[in-house]
């Protein structure tokens, strides 16, 4: 009791401390407003993001603004860096939830086409932001960027509004128009108001991904990681463009035929004409850019000379990192919620007959038995390896979609291609963990090494039923406190890209869809934790410490293999899936958790039943909330 008491105070002082001091970092100390925003688009679609806004915008003090979009495992959130530097300095930043990603609806067209016609939301914000309905943007400094998949965003909203331009300048020249060939400064000027952006910025995205620069008519650069993953598909075979690369001197000799040698950070061309060129180039990998201030201060240099912005703080001056510290700082008060919550429901008399204790240990390891532990061990290491290299590697090359999944955007029941990446993996590592604990466990107990006491998997329909009701319990109050903190601070709970956020209800015809999968997942690694590998005689840490390695063995390696070679050579293993290996990565730490807390969960039910669902229900919400979702019912 007082050990739960201790901990429920401590995981409540994190959530505040981590959620006040997040609000207050994100907000510079009040300087800045931050509001949620959510407009009607078209064919009835709608869209949300996070406004950043400095306190002193109005209708006499205007103010440029960056839209800025997150990639393809991401949520609004993940734009933290860009949203907060550049509102500190004196720009309203719209940090949106694209198409078919966290509160905004799906697009039923294909990705390609939705790219190109609306910019996966962003060209409608442009819209909204130029319609002068928000009296404290100045209109004629509208800057966009993204990362990745909103990079891609960033570049075809530059090529959607210099095509209107360009549009509008062949017609002044047609013969039939008011100057004849002549082109009037009325029809200029019409033109110009056409392009109702002047600077674009995709970020984890080559130069070389614009075909056709000689259309773009605003100030345009190019921020790509000089360890991106991607870069085995370049001219040089690397991410490094500096020099002489094909798609650096195309992007440059767009607008300075001279320029031989392109240097990284060079503002070439003119900014008053929307010529300016530059191509960053930070010491970075693909992901990682989210989280580095060397890749920050470029986006900072860049929109604040091209949309005229005078601020005394250098690009260097950063608070970012130290907000999203106390995201993870939340986020760990929120997980050590878990366990005390559901310790105060079974004291309840509804959820008191699920209260249990921990069954008997198995006999300490002799030489025979610690034999077969870590060949189990090492077995499992690879099986989940090898799992992970056929959901990454394999089935996108036996049903390769344009999607970056293995199934159709528009199926019904399974519309998270990421979630199908990693589905397919967890359903393999689930069959391996099951085979090993039955072959093994049918053996020990004709043996009478190990009693049905000592598994917990037995349970009684009524049980059953309860428990899921106590799981849904928790789940409840977990998701209350993740409300009450975006209401009071809007914040969330994060590590870099997994976050623990609010959901639009919608999306719960999705998790019931995957929660089977994790589930089985979850309740053979409790299985394997509780039923085959506690150990009389052996360090409850340390017991726990060595099942946390060898869950995240097999994905570490995979991971090892991968960004080992590519800061060794600036090349991958697995080029064209690259981001399928980059998605199974983002599990390792919530794999290391889990034996953690399927164990604790363990010791106050005596059964391997409610740990499992708690743990894989939050597994799956935290998935579709951040990664694409593409549905008809969204």
């Not at 930043?93 to 694209?98: C, K, N, R």
């Not at 952006?197 to 070389?208: D, E, F, K, V, Y």
């Not at 914040?491 to 209800?505: G, V």
């Not at 589930?519 to 005689?537: T, W």
Request: with cysteine; glycine share 8%.
């Amino acid at each position: 009791m007082k050990h739960r008491t201790r901990t429920l105070c401590i995981a409540i002082a994190l959530i505040l401390i981590g959620s006040v001091c997040a609000c207050l970092l994100q907000s510079d100390f009040g300087r800045i407003r931050i509001k949620d925003i959510n407009i009607i688009t078209e064919n009835q679609q709608y869209l949300h993001a996070l406004a950043f806004i400095p306190k002193y915008a109005s209708a006499e003090n205007k103010v440029p603004v960056v839209i800025t979009s997150h990639g393809w495992l991401n949520s609004a959130e993940v734009q933290d860096a860009a949203s907060i530097e550049l509102a500190r300095r004196g720009i309203a930043v719209i940090a949106m939830d694209a198409y078919g990603h966290g509160l905004s609806s799906s697009l039923y067209e294909s990705i390609e086409k939705d790219s190109e016609k609306y910019g996966q939301g962003m060209i409608p914000l442009v819209e909204y932001c130029a319609s002068g309905i928000m009296d404290f943007i100045d209109t004629s400094r509208i800057g966009v960027m993204g990362h990745s998949m909103g990079g891609r965003a960033a570049k075809n909203t530059a090529i959607y509004y210099s095509n209107l331009y360009n549009a509008a300048i062949e017609e002044a020249k047609a013969p039939s128009s008011d100057g004849g060939e002549e082109v009037t400064e009325a029809e200029l000027a019409h033109a110009k108001s056409l392009m109702k952006i002047s600077a674009s910025l995709p970020t984890g995205q080559s130069p070389g991904s614009l075909a056709d620069w000689s259309i773009i008519r605003c100030n345009m650069g190019f921020l790509y990681g000089l360890l991106e993953e991607g870069g085995y598909s370049t001219s040089t075979g690397t991410a490094d463009l500096r020099g002489v690369s094909k798609e650096a001197l195309n992007m440059i000799n767009s607008v300075d035929p001279s320029v031989t040698y392109v240097e990284e950070g060079v503002f070439y061309g003119n900014k008053e004409e929307g010529t300016l060129r530059v191509l960053y180039q930070p010491y970075i990998t693909h992901p990682l850019i989210h989280l580095d201030p060397n890749s920050t201060a470029d986006v900072i240099e860049f929109f604040t000379y091209c949309l005229d912005v005078d601020t005394d703080l250098s690009p260097k001056n950063q608070v970012f990192l130290l907000k999203e510290f106390f995201n993870l700082v939340a986020m760990v008060g929120l997980l050590m919620l878990l366990v005390p919550i559901t310790s105060l429901l079974l004291d309840t008399p509804l959820f008191a007959d699920l209260k249990g204790r921990e069954g008997p240990r198995l006999p300490a390891l002799t030489q025979q038995t610690k034999k077969r532990f870590w060949t189990g061990w090492i077995l499992g290491g690879v099986a989940s390896f090898l799992a992970a290299w056929f959901a990454t590697v394999m089935v996108p090359s036996i049903a390769p979609t344009k999607n970056h999944g293995f199934f159709m955007r528009n199926w019904t029941f399974f519309a998270a291609p990421t979630l199908n990446t990693i589905s397919v993996w967890t359903a393999l590592s689930a069959v391996w963990s099951f085979f090993w604990f039955f072959y093994h466990y049918k053996k020990d107990k004709a043996a009478g090494i190990r009693t049905e006491e000592m598994v917990g998997i037995r349970i009684s329909k009524k049980q059953l039923g309860k428990s899921v009701a106590l799981s849904a319990s928790v789940l409840g109050y977990i998701y209350a406190v993740v409300w009450f903190c975006k209401w009071a601070f809007n914040t969330d709970f994060r590590f870099w890209t997994p976050a623990i956020k609010i959901f639009d209800i919608g999306h719960l015809f999705y998790f019931f869809n995957y929660l089977p999968i994790f589930f089985a997942f979850y309740f053979a690694n409790a299985l394997i934790v509780n039923g085959a590998s506690r150990f009389g005689g052996m360090n409850e840490r340390k017991n726990l410490f060595i099942l946390g390695l060898g869950n995240i063995l097999g994905l570490g390696v995979l991971w090892a293999l991968q960004y080992g070679k590519l800061l060794l050579t600036g090349t991958t293993v697995w080029g064209p899936t690259w981001i399928n290996v980059l998605v199974i990565a983002f599990c390792v730490w919530q794999l290391f958790l889990a034996p953690f807390l399927l164990r604790s969960f363990y010791k106050l039910t005596g059964k391997n039943w409610v740990g499992p669902i708690i743990v894989s229900s939050l597994y799956v919400l935290c998935g579709i909330m951040n990664t694409a979702v593409h549905s008809t019912i969204l």
